[in-house]
């Protein structure tokens, strides 16, 4: 069966006192779940030297990665560079690096592959701008990104994606989406995996949700029968919220 995960990304926040701080107070928390659920932390680059120190039974992440292994791209870090840290996974397709650092499905797709290549899980991110959720098009939009950056893998390669289900207009805004409509999307993302591969490597895919996934809301959208967990951003930072969160799934 799949993993449920609850992952935190910090984007460009934190330091090492905070870091040594809130991972030293979620760490009894995340100990205690059960061997089926995982807790992902994200830092920025310069503390995940640290966070592996630290890391107890959590699983860490960079929040990007080049898909080239070395050479001429200064200030780039490699996935090959990231699994030598002792990196256990990446995020790929964060709506801000798509539409703040303009990487395209093509870059995408090229990091996915390196990632997989050097045996990082790949957190893979997709979602809707509020226009296309207000006419409609919120499931193909979605889909698209899907066949973009990840339907061309193997079932095998498959297993090592998981989905995060970010509407764009939810991420940082206080704007969750309802439980209803994010179970929709999960259930139709299971649905093309299902169509694309088979039943059972759509059962085995971990789908989360993120947006806006508070202490408040996480327990009634972690309930549905296809939200696996969430990627969290702001709430990750706040010991006592993320501790809550950990606890929903
Ligand atoms: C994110 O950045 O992935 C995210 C979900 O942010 P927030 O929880 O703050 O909306």
């Not at 299971?190 to 508070?214: F, M, P, W």
């Not at 969290?232 to 606890?247: M, P, R």
Request: proline share 2%.
């Amino acid at each position: 069966m799949r993993k449920k995960i609850v992952a935190g990304n910090w984007k460009m926040n934190g330091n090492v006192s905070f870091l040594e701080n809130i991972l030293q107070e979620i760490s009894s928390t995340s100990k205690s779940l059960e061997n089926d659920k995982e807790v992902y932390i994200f830092p920025p680059a310069h503390l995940l030297l640290a966070a592996k120190t630290f890391k107890n039974r959590m699983k860490i992440g960079a929040q990007n990665g080049y898909f080239a292994d070395k050479g001429a791209f200064t200030g780039e870090i490699s996935m090959l560079q990231y699994k030598d840290l002792g990196c256990d996974a990446v995020l790929i397709g964060h709506s801000e690096r798509r539409a703040i650092f303009k990487e395209d499905k093509a870059l995408l797709k090229n990091k996915v592959d390196a990632a997989l290549s050097h045996g990082l899980k790949v957190f893979f991110c997709c979602g809707e701008q509020l226009e296309d959720r207000e006419s409609g098009q919120q499931e193909s939009i979605v889909l698209q990104q899907l066949q973009a950056g990840i339907f061309h893998l193997s079932a095998d390669d498959i297993k090592n994606i998981v989905i995060a289900y970010e509407p764009v207009w939810a991420i940082g805004t206080g704007k969750t989406a309802s439980k209803e409509d994010a179970q929709e999307m999960h259930a139709a993302i299971r649905k093309a995996i299902s169509e694309k591969y088979d039943a059972e490597t759509a059962q085995s895919v971990t789908i989360l949700y993120g947006g806006s996934c508070n202490a408040q809301n996480a327990q009634q959208l972690f309930a549905q029968p296809d939200i696996d967990g969430g990627l969290i951003g702001g709430a990750a930072l706040v010991a006592e919220d993320f501790k809550k969160i950990i606890a929903a799934i």
